[in-house]
């Protein structure tokens, strides 16, 4: 019997709208897919690209996106003041996010569960931010927002704001964003099915489609 193909992997940025679209949507379409927050700003840097946020194509994307959160019925989007920001904080809450888990014992199921902690640990922060950012207005550039994000996750504040400045924490993110760009990674969202990568929110239900056609084969 031939092996089961991996888990999509899914790379969102909290500062990106496409990202937050993809989000909301994911579970539907992609239940099976492994949530990576990923620190969108070094991302484009080490591309040599910026936001286009930051481009002549603002106000045009813009319209873009409040048109597909239309479409989505995701409501109006409050865009934050600045925008886009610095997303390095959120991004570090994400990667503690992703390692905060425990194995709730020992034994053949302790790392399956384990699993299932990290996953339903960084979905809750990456929507919560995302939310906070495009339906309230929030600065995710603000260590506050990033904490109140946390909050509305369930997570300890101390314990995260603690994270945000943790050594390992850094380290831990240095070597996603170094994981991301060795997979060929320049933007988000992108969904990685086999060794296909999928950018963009429109591509969301190409993405699913092919892991159907890898599970099907």
């Known amino acids: 019997m031939p092996p089961r193909p991996a888990s999509p992997r ?9 990202s937050w679209f993809a989000s909301e949507r994911i579970e539907r379409l992609l239940p099976e897919a492994r949530w990576h ?3 969108a700003g070094a991302i484009f840097k080490a591309s040599g690209r910026v936001s286009w946020g930051l481009t002549e194509d603002r106000e045009d994307g813009m319209a873009d996106c409040e048109a597909r959160a239309g479409a989505h019925g995701l409501g109006p989007i409050r865009w934050p003041d600045p925008w886009p920001t610095n997303d390095l904080l959120i991004a570090r809450a994400m990667t503690f996010a992703e390692r905060r888990g425990p ?7 302790a790392e399956v569960a384990a699993a299932r902690s990290e996953q339903a640990a960084v979905k809750a922060l990456g929507l919560a931010a995302m939310r906070l950012a495009f339906l309230e207005g929030a600065d995710l550039g603000q260590a506050g927002v990033v904490l ?13 704001r603690d994270a945000l400045s943790d050594a390992d924490i850094k380290d831990a993110l240095r070597r996603a964003t170094d994981d991301a760009l060795a997979l060929g990674v320049f933007g988000v969202p992108t969904i990685l099915i086999g060794g296909e990568l999928f950018w ?18």
């Open 10 to 18: 899914f790379l969102f940025g909290a500062m990106s709208p496409y």
């Open 37 to 39: 927050g990923v620190f």
């Open 103 to 109: 194995a709730p014992g020992r034994g053949a199921g």
């Open 148 to 160: 109140e994000a946390g909050r509305r996750a369930g997570f300890d504040a101390e314990e995260l």
């Open 200 to 217: 963009g929110d429109d591509r969301l239900d190409e993405a699913a489609a092919a892991h159907g056609s890898q599970l099907a084969g």
